[in-house]
């Protein structure tokens, strides 16, 4: 390849050439004009004839210098970088239209070997690459392209081809949360990009529905027991979510606006469809949506989203310390959790109709694992899993909201379901402890009403039969224990 310290050598020996022909032509005419004996005629013959032999030699001079220089140029502009990229460039749209693309882009890549900084072999190759429908290169490309020349036309390339495949993942419902990732990508680097905001906010009530509404357990616990790929394989976790909604938030504080703040204040809660939480994830869940509104703004579903996790954390609290009891065994501390004013205040919630955000039934199961969140029309409830939704708690607690009057006395009752014994579901047992106001028999024969506890431990096997035993004035002075075939034949009888 011809360098510019080519082509100076090459001017500064030709112009050597000549002045070396100039000193010898000076030289020569000064002998000749000392010789002046001789005769005119003679003088005159003779430096006619040397006239015509420095004119010719003079011709041949000029015609080799401008031979050589003529060679000497064509052989340096075929050589020049510029003159090879665009032969380069032109050979590979000769073949782009013909549709040899690999052709084509073996041509533009020769031609950005050459010179990294040619915009067009870019461009031209990206579209190869397209034509292909191998946007991955193509998007490698232009993206290359960009760091090495700086070229906004690149990167503005660079977004469309994202925002296209974002748009066809859309359409044919294959779009997921990646999908969404790929949108942000490009507010990223343009937060004013108006198609990006546009296109982040059409996908969000679509997504969700299309992609993850297969399994409650798709978008952000995947790693459950229960979770099942039958139906779908689209999955998201907690962490890469609240990753997702902290890049919204500083996308937001570089160019706020208010089409974005709009789009990310929807972005806070996931969509319409029902999803569980590990309880592990829950206060930092809560955390996120609240610096969410501190920096971007309040929003109903925030509201309610954020009124289920801060509930969640409180009745957690209430039933701590039961389950460090049960968790060894100590199932006698029902007794006098039952009746405990915690429980009892939440209880009545229940059975009053008390507005709360967790979802009100009349057995209402409490469990450590996990929470499923249900959206009606915006606003957001919440309920812990039960045992058959989560087979491999570590134990379950079901308060019993249900109106039960012993002589106008509001029976207590609650149920607790242990953890499996070595991951075995059967046998399960189950312990039913009610505090009520019921006959009991007292010395020989005498039954008197009073306030007592009964317990009733049911086993089922896997075959579906089940043994139950009730202990009445279970802890109490008259304490008795009776299989529930006993007791149906006395009924019975």
């Not at 996908?203 to 616990?221: G, M, N, P, T, V």
Request: charged residues 25%; glycine residues 4%; aromatic residues 12%.
């Amino acid at each position: 390849m011809w360098g510019t310290e080519h082509i100076a050598s090459f001017v500064t020996l030709n112009f050597r050439f000549w002045e070396i022909g100039k000193r010898v032509l000076s030289t020569t005419r000064a002998q000749n004009y000392r010789r002046i004996d001789r005769s005119y005629s003679s003088n005159t013959r003779a430096r006619r004839r040397r006239k015509k032999r420095f004119d010719i030699r003079k011709l041949a001079i000029v015609a080799a210098t401008a031979i050589a220089v003529t060679a000497g140029g064509i052989c340096i502009y075929n050589h020049l970088p510029i003159v090879k990229v665009n032969k380069a460039i032109a050979a590979g749209d000769k073949y782009t239209k013909a549709s040899d693309y690999e052709a084509a882009i073996d041509s533009y890549e020769t031609a950005i070997q050459i010179d990294k900084h040619s915009v067009t072999a870019y461009c031209n190759m990206a579209g190869a690459y397209l034509s292909i429908d191998d946007s991955e290169s193509a998007k490698k490309i232009l993206f290359d392209g960009w760091q090495n020349t700086e070229n906004e036309g690149l990167l503005d390339n660079y977004h469309a081809v994202i925002l296209n495949e974002a748009v066809d993942a859309m359409n044919t419902r294959k779009a997921d949360m990646n999908t969404v990732l790929s949108i942000v990508s490009v507010l990223s680097d343009d937060a004013a990009n108006k198609d990006a905001i546009e296109l982040l906010d059409a996908a969000y009530s679509r997504i969700f529905q299309d992609a993850y509404s297969y399994s409650a357990d798709a978008l952000f616990r995947s790693d459950s027991a229960t979770y099942s790929s039958a139906e779908g394989s689209a999955v998201f976790t907690y962490d890469q979510y609240e990753s997702f909604v902290k890049e919204l938030m500083a996308v937001y504080q570089a160019s706020p606006s208010d089409e974005l703040k709009e789009v990310i204040l929807k972005y806070a809660t996931p969509g319409d469809i029902s999803f569980t939480l590990n309880y592990e994830n829950v206060s930092s869940y809560q955390a996120l949506l609240e610096s969410l509104e501190s920096s971007v703004g309040e929003a109903d579903n925030i509201s309610s989203m954020k009124a289920c996790l801060v509930n969640a954390q409180e009745v957690q609290d209430i039933f701590a310390e039961i389950f460090t009891q049960l968790d060894v065994g100590n199932v006698d501390e029902l007794r006098n959790f039952v009746v405990s004013d915690k429980y009892l205040a939440l209880r009545d919630i229940f059975l009053n109709n008390e507005e709360t955000p967790q979802e009100n039934t009349t057995y209402v199961p409490i469990s450590r694992e996990a929470i499923i969140l249900n959206n009606n029309e915006g606003q957001w409830s919440y309920r812990f899993l039960n045992f058959e939704e989560n087979p491999t708690t570590q134990g379950v607690i079901t308060l019993w909201a249900n109106f039960f009057e012993d002589d106008g006395i509001q029976r207590n009752s609650i149920s607790y379901e242990p953890a499996m014994i070595e991951d075995n579901y059967y046998p399960h047992t189950k312990y039913d402890v009610t505090y009520l106001y019921s006959y009991i028999t007292s010395g020989t024969a005498t039954k008197v009403p009073k306030m007592n506890y009964r317990l009733s431990t049911t086993v089922t096997l896997q075959d579906g039969e089940e043994n139950e035993t009730i202990v009445g004035d279970w802890g109490g002075p008259n304490e008795w224990t009776m299989d529930i075939d006993t007791i149906e034949s006395r009924i019975r009888a």
